[in-house]
C-alpha cells in the first residue's frame, strides 16, 4: 500500500509560514504531480514528505502509518532529483546496487533486483558503464533504476527532467509514464512544466504560495479550473484574459477564453485586430493580435497564412467562455 495522507500540514520558516495549513489524500498507485511556478512551494511540500524538512505542525502518513517525525530513510519512499545524484567512480550496477548494500541485502537477491530494474528501464546493455560514459536520459534512468530496486512504498521525483533537452523530455515522460503503468507504484512528480502535468498525471495539485488551489485530473483542470489563477496556469498557450465593458456584456467582470477556442476569419466575427507577431509552428499558427478588447492570443491551423500588420476577425466558441468574478473566483 501506497496512500500518502497529509493532514494540516504547516511549514514555516522563522516567522514566515512557507506552507499554511494543507490537507491532501493520495490513493495507492496514483501518479500525483504538484505543479505551480517558481516559489509556489512544491518542492518543499515534497521534501516535507520526503522528511529532508522537518514539519512545523501537522501529521503525514503513509499506508497508515505515522511517518511525521520519521527519518527519511525509515519512511519507505525512494526520492529522484533533478542532479541525478549518482557517484562517478561507480558503474551502472554498482550505482544501482549501493542503496541495497547498505540495508545488507543478501548479494543474490540484490543482484536479481538490480537485473530486472535494469531489464525495465532498457538499461541491461550498460551495467559495466560509469555515469560519464551515458547520455543524460541514460543517467537519469539509473537514478530511477536505483529508487526501484529499494521497492518502496511511493517515489518522489523532484523535477527529474530539467537537466534534458526538449527532445529527450518529451521521450523520459513517456518513459516514466509506462514505468507507472509497468509497477503501478504511487509516484509523486513535481515540476513547473504545465505540459509535463496534464501529460504524465492522473490527478494534479497546484499550488500557489504554499496553498493548494485545486486538485483534479488534467481534463478536470483544463476543462473547469476553480478559478483565475488555476485558468491561466493550466492549457498551452495561455489562456486570454478580457476585462471591462465586453466582458460584462459577456456575463462577468472577467471572462477567460483558450486560444484554441477562438477561430481566425479574414472577412467577419466579433473582435477584430492587427496582428503584432505570428508563429508558424507547421501544423499550429500561434497569433498574438491586437484588439479593442486586449491583447488575445490565438490557436490556428498551419495553414492560416497571415502575417504582422494584417487584420483578421476573430469569433470566440461562446460555450468555451470561462466566467470570473471580482475575486477571481469561476462562476
Known amino acids: 500500500m501506497g496512500n500518502i495522507t497529509l493532514d494540516k500540514v504547516v511549514k514555516r520558516f522563522g516567522d514566515v509560514e512557507v506552507i499554511p495549513p494543507l490537507d491532501l489524500e493520495i490513493?495507492?498507485?496514483?501518479?500525483?504531480?504538484?505543479?505551480?511556478p517558481s516559489g509556489c512551494g512544491k518542492?518543499?511540500?515534497?521534501?516535507?514528505?520526503?522528511?529532508?524538512?522537518?514539519?512545523?505542525?501537522?501529521?503525514?502518513?503513509?499506508?497508515?502509518?505515522d511517518v511525521s517525525h520519521l527519518a527519511p530513510g525509515d519512511r519507505g519512499l525512494a526520492m529522484v532529483f533533478q542532479s541525478y545524484a549518482l557517484?562517478?567512480?561507480?558503474?551502472?550496477?554498482?550505482?544501482?546496487?549501493?542503496?541495497?548494500e547498505m540495508t545488507r541485502v543478501d548479494s543474490r537477491a540484490a543482484n536479481e533486483k538490480v537485473e530486472r530494474a535494469a531489464?525495465?528501464?532498457?538499461?541491461?546493455?550498460?551495467?559495466?558503464?560509469?555515469?560519464?560514459?551515458?547520455?543524460g536520459g541514460q543517467r537519469q534512468r539509473v537514478a530511477i533504476g536505483r529508487a526501484i530496486v529499494r521497492e518502496p512504498s511511493a517515489f518522489l521525483f523532484d523535477e527529474p527532467l530539467s537537466n534534458l533537452d526538449a527532445a529527450l523530455r518529451v521521450n523520459m515522460r513517456i518513459e516514466i509514464a509506462e514505468l507507472h503503468a509497468k509497477l503501478g507504484t504511487t509516484m509523486i512528480y513535481v515540476t513547473h512544466d504545465q505540459v509535463e502535468a496534464m501529460t504524465m498525471a492522473d490527478r494534479i495539485v497546484v499550488l500557489q504560495a504554499g496553498r493548494i488551489e485545486q486538485v483534479g485530473t488534467p481534463l478536470e483542470l483544463y476543462e473547469r479550473p476553480c478559478n483565475e489563477f488555476v485558468a491561466g496556469f493550466i492549457g498551452s498557450p495561455r489562456m486570454n484574459f478580457i476585462r471591462g465593458a465586453e466582458a460584462e456584456r459577456l456575463g462577468a467582470p472577467v471572462i477567460g477564453i483558450r486560444p484554441e477556442h477562438i477561430n481566425a476569419s479574414r472577412d467577419a466575427g466579433?473582435?477584430?485586430?492587427?496582428?503584432?507577431?505570428?508563429?508558424?509552428?507547421?501544423?499550429d499558427t500561434y497569433l498574438h493580435i491586437d484588439t479593442d478588447v486586449g491583447p488575445v492570443n490565438v490557436r490556428t491551423t498551419g495553414e492560416f497564412g497571415v502575417h504582422r500588420g494584417d487584420t483578421v476577425w476573430l469569433n470566440p466558441n461562446e460555450q468555451s467562455i470561462h466566467r470570473f468574478d471580482t475575486n477571481g473566483m469561476a462562476v
Open 27 to 36: 490513493a495507492d498507485g496514483e501518479f500525483v504531480v504538484f505543479v505551480g
Open 87 to 100: 557517484y562517478p567512480h561507480m558503474t551502472v550496477r554498482e550505482n544501482m546496487l549501493f542503496p541495497l
Open 270 to 283: 466579433m473582435w477584430n485586430g492587427k496582428v503584432s507577431f505570428s508563429e508558424h509552428l507547421g501544423s
Open 119 to 135: 531489464e525495465v528501464l532498457n538499461l541491461s546493455a550498460y551495467m559495466d558503464r560509469k555515469p560519464g560514459q551515458l547520455s
Open 43 to 65: 518542492s518543499t511540500l515534497l521534501r516535507i514528505i520526503a522528511g529532508l524538512e522537518d514539519l512545523t505542525s501537522g501529521h503525514i502518513e503513509i499506508s497508515g502509518r
